[in-house]
C-alpha cells in the first residue's frame, strides 16, 4: 500500500511541478489570469501530496480525483481543442494527472477492502 501511496503523490507531484515549470516558460506570452491558474494548480498539486502520503479520509481521494479530472478536460479544450500543438510537456503533464487518478481509485478499492476485511474479524 505504500508504495501506492508514495506513487500517486509522486505523480501529483511530477504534474504540480510541470504546470509550475510552464510559469516562467512562457511568462512573456501569457495573460495575468492564465499565469495565476497555473500557480494555483501547480501549488494545488503539490500540497495534495500530503492528504494522499498520509492517507488522509477518503473524501481528500475523490476531491483530488476530481480536481485532476476538471485540469485534464479543461486542457482539452483549451490546447488541442483550439488547435494549437501538442507539446511534450503536456504529454507528461496529462500523464501525471492520468497516472495520479488511476493510483487513487486503487488506493481507495484498497481501502474499501481493507475496511470491509477488518470489519469481518470483528
Known sequence: MK???????A???????????????????????VTIFFIVSGMAQ??????????????WYYIGIGGTIILIIMY????PGSG????PLDVAIQASQ???????????????AEMKSSNLDR
Not at 482539452?76 to 490546447?79: L, R
Not at 494549437?84 to 507539446?87: F, K, M, T, V
Not at 497516472?99 to 474499501?112: G, H, P, Q, T
Request: cysteine-free.
Open 3 to 9: 508504495v501506492l501511496l508514495f506513487a500517486a503523490g
Open 11 to 33: 505523480s501529483t507531484f511530477v504534474a504540480g511541478v510541470l504546470h509550475l515549470t510552464i510559469i516562467p516558460m512562457f511568462f512573456s506570452q501569457m495573460p495575468l489570469d
Open 46 to 59: 503539490l500540497f495534495w501530496v500530503i492528504p494522499t502520503v498520509k492517507r488522509w479520509i477518503i473524501p
Open 76 to 79: 482539452f479544450i483549451a490546447v
Open 84 to 87: 494549437h500543438p501538442i507539446s
Open 98 to 112: 492520468i497516472a495520479f487518478i488511476i493510483l487513487s481509485i486503487i488506493i481507495i478499492k484498497k481501502n474499501r
